[in-house]
């Protein structure tokens, strides 16, 4: 004759699973260094959002500036900027722009309209290459199971971005007591 074996008894006895440790400082420092080329701007990055995020581990789509609302990548970027100041390809990219639009000027535009078209196109292509930077460093972070990105705006939350989507950035609860706790 046939027994079967009772599933409750089963559940019963079955060993219970630990519970899962929350990560150390440097466990969440290696993590970072095995996933991404940049580790220290990937951390630097990560430390911002969990600052700056909610009491949910969430930042964006939209942060508050000192005018208005940005988007979060810009706000990254915003506050990401003096940190190349000194940067060679920064002071490349500058002498690059001023000769173009140097090149590009009439004799009878006004020195002070073109310092501050140049003013302009400078902080234009600044932003783009921050924006670029911080998507990497996003990326980074999310495959190293850190960060969670989504985007979220018009119509409806979606896992890709378009249709004037922006994105948000929610850190993982262990990752947040962990840089919680380094404070």
Not at 6 to 17: E, G, R
Not at 127 to 139: D, F, Y
Request: aromatic residues 4%; hydrophobic residues 45%.
């Amino acid at each position: 004759m046939f027994h079967q074996a009772d599933l409750f008894d089963q559940i019963k006895h079955a060993p219970q699973a630990a519970a899962p440790r929350p990560i150390a400082l440097p466990d969440l420092v290696e993590r970072v260094s095995q996933a991404s080329r940049r580790p220290r701007y990937v951390f630097l990055i990560l430390n911002l959002i969990a600052k700056a995020a909610g009491e949910n581990g969430s930042l964006g789509p939209y942060v508050r500036s000192e005018a208005d609302q940005v988007p979060v990548r810009d706000w990254l970027c915003q506050a990401l900027v003096p940190l190349a100041h000194r940067d060679c390809r920064r002071t490349a990219m500058i002498a690059a722009v001023r000769s173009e639009l140097m090149a590009k000027a009439d004799a009878s535009e006004n020195a002070g309209d073109l310092a501050q078209q140049q003013n302009e196109e400078i902080e234009a292509r600044i932003l783009r290459s921050g924006r670029t930077n911080v998507s990497r460093a996003v990326s980074d972070l999310v495959r190293a199971g850190l960060l969670h990105r989504h985007y979220q705006g018009y119509r409806v939350d979606h896992p890709n971005r378009g249709a004037q989507r922006e994105a948000v950035y929610t850190i993982a609860a262990d990752v947040r007591l962990a840089l919680a706790g380094a404070c």
